[in-house]
């Protein structure tokens, strides 16, 4: 599948104040993969992140569906099509199940088929459906991240970020989350960037990836192909697959 004029990101250079953390990044995503971004702590992961959200300054280009998101206000960027699970969740913790999954439809024009799409949102999650009336500060934590990516998902967002979805929680909940992201990627041909520690999970969905270092890429190629180098991933991630 072509990245062509999906998302394409150009010499991209990014931090906060005075400080840059990104230096020079190029990657593209083609319309429908799933892009895993990989890499140590500290690597500028989550930086990458917030600059395709508009979260922090820019230099450089990012080329979505046509247009240049480069240095636009998040706002924009969410009208556009794109939707930010952050690590930590992001829920309103004081705001119901129900309340949450319609803040994630605000951003839409048309707001008939809200209904519907928290019944979509309901096959991906059932036990979201049976805690409807409950507050979002009173979920498990796996719970609260499938409430946060089901929030994304009621913007019917072309492209999904995914900052550490798998962080805090156990194992089992996180296969769970990773399988769930996969369907919704196969059954409605959203984009996925995913930021993930956990490179044998990330690498399992993604059709490709990216290994972060210090600002800058030092590795890409298809996720089969890094999934199954053990001396790149031990080199870059510290830890075997």
């Not at 072509?2 to 990104?22: C, K, M, P, Q, W």
């Not at 190029?26 to 500290?42: D, F, H, Y």
């Not at 989350?177 to 044998?200: C, G, K, S, Y």
């Amino acid at each position: 599948m072509s990245a062509e004029g999906f998302l394409t990101i150009s010499d991209l250079n990014a931090g906060y104040g005075d400080a840059r953390v990104l230096h020079g990044v190029n990657l593209s995503v083609g319309r429908g993969e799933i892009c895993a971004i990989l890499g140590p702590n500290g690597a500028g992961k989550t930086t990458l992140m917030r600059a395709l959200s508009g979260m922090v300054w820019v230099r450089g280009s990012i080329g979505f569906d046509g247009a240049d998101l480069a240095r636009r206000s998040p706002d924009t960027i969410a009208r556009r099509g794109v939707a930010h699970v952050p690590e930590g969740r992001g829920t309103f913790m004081p705001l119901t199940v129900e309340e949450n999954l319609r803040l994630g439809a605000f951003t839409r024009r048309g707001r008939g088929t809200v209904e519907a799409d928290l019944e979509r949102i309901y096959t991906y999650f059932p036990v979201l459906k049976t805690r409807l009336r409950q507050v979002a500060g009173s979920l498990s934590g796996g719970e609260q991240q499938m409430l946060a990516i089901g929030r994304a998902l009621m913007s019917r967002p072309r492209l999904l970020l995914l900052d550490e979805p798998s962080l805090g929680l156990a194992p089992l909940v996180t296969r769970e989350l990773f399988r769930i992201v996969r369907t919704v990627n196969e059954q409605e041909r959203t984009t996925v960037v995913v930021v993930e520690q956990n490179a044998h999970l990330a690498l399992g969905i993604a059709q490709q990836a990216h290994v972060l270092e210090s600002g800058r890429i030092v590795l890409s190629g298809t996720a089969d192909r890094i999934l199954q180098d053990e001396k790149v991933v031990q080199s870059y991630l510290g830890y075997r697959v």
